[in-house]
């Protein structure tokens, strides 16, 4: 076992994607905290699939306009550049997805059952436009996969900033929003804006899937915002205990799923999330039987 941890960490790849991964998975899970809090846990998920329409919006503008000259048309600088340039607008659907929930009164997640489709769809047909146009084919497979292994030295650099805000904005707004998010009407006696928390939190939920999405892929990056959140709310332990414990599980998830997967030699992906729902599933047991010997 101590050779093949050495193994491991004798190549640069799977340190970057260890440490990256890691970065990534504490951003989510202290945004995710949040989202549980506030009750819209398929936020993740819809804006995850968003990005993706809004990438499919950009590279047909790109097909039009000539932009981004002399990228590559495969998923390296070319899915990058999509990616980053596809951001601000994944921002403005967080922003719109709040705006309806608000004015429309929608409960729920039923403001993201809305935008998850129509963005999706919407990248579907810009991809076929930007085929039919004649442009070069483009692989948008590490968008909806992600592609952790392939973590750059860019853009673990990136990656490292991105979670530094994240985890800077939870533990110092973080409490006002977890507050807006619990009981809206005393927050906003106490002086909270509420709106502005709701908004904030969509906008962060979409830059969040945007930073994570060519390294985590659509299915982990909403596993990541879940799944933790989830195993630290069963404990029903204080605002920064809940981000102690998301953050160490998703870390933890991560860094296992990686190991296994390279071991295994499956998709890191698929393994990372299994990893998780595994320690999810543990962590109820644990759970239980806690709360079972405190009733004796």
Not at 16 to 29: D, P, S, W
Request: contains cysteine; proline residues 3%; charged residues 10%.
């Amino acid at each position: 076992m101590i050779e093949f941890i050495g193994e491991i960490l004798a190549q640069d790849f799977m340190l970057r994607a260890l440490t990256g991964g890691a970065l990534v998975a504490i951003a989510c899970a202290m945004l995710g905290v949040l989202v549980v809090q506030r009750g819209i846990t398929f936020v993740g998920d819809g804006l995850a699939h968003s990005m993706f329409g809004a990438a499919g919006i950009i590279a047909l503008i790109n097909a039009i306009f000539g932009a981004a000259v002399g990228a590559d048309a495969g998923g390296g600088a070319y899915g990058a550049f999509f990616i980053w340039a596809a951001l601000p607008l994944n921002v403005l659907v967080g922003f719109a997805m709040a705006w309806v929930r608000r004015t429309g009164k929608l409960r729920g997640d039923a403001a993201i059952g809305i935008f998850f489709p129509i963005m999706f769809a919407a990248g579907v047909l810009c991809l076929a436009l930007r085929r039919n146009s004649g442009a070069p084919p483009l692989n948008m497979e590490a968008l909806l996969f992600g592609s952790v292994l392939g973590m750059t030295p860019a853009d673990l650099m990136i990656t490292a900033g991105g979670a530094v805000v994240i985890a800077v904005i939870a533990l110092t707004w973080g409490r006002r929003i977890a507050y807006a998010a619990f009981d809206p009407d005393l927050a906003a006696m106490s002086g909270v804006r509420v709106a502005l928390a709701e908004y904030a939190l969509f906008g962060l939920c979409a830059a969040v899937v945007a930073f994570s999405m060519r390294l985590a892929g659509v299915v982990l990056v909403s596993s990541l915002l879940a799944i933790p959140a989830g195993a630290a709310s069963l404990w029903r332990g204080s605002y920064g205990a809940q981000l102690l414990f998301a953050s160490l599980f998703a870390a933890i998830s991560v860094k296992v799923g990686l190991i296994l997967a390279y071991w295994i030699d499956v998709p890191s992906g698929a393994m990372i999330v299994l990893t998780m729902g595994a320690l999810f599933f543990a962590t109820m047991v644990v759970r239980a039987l806690v709360a079972t010997d405190a009733s004796h």
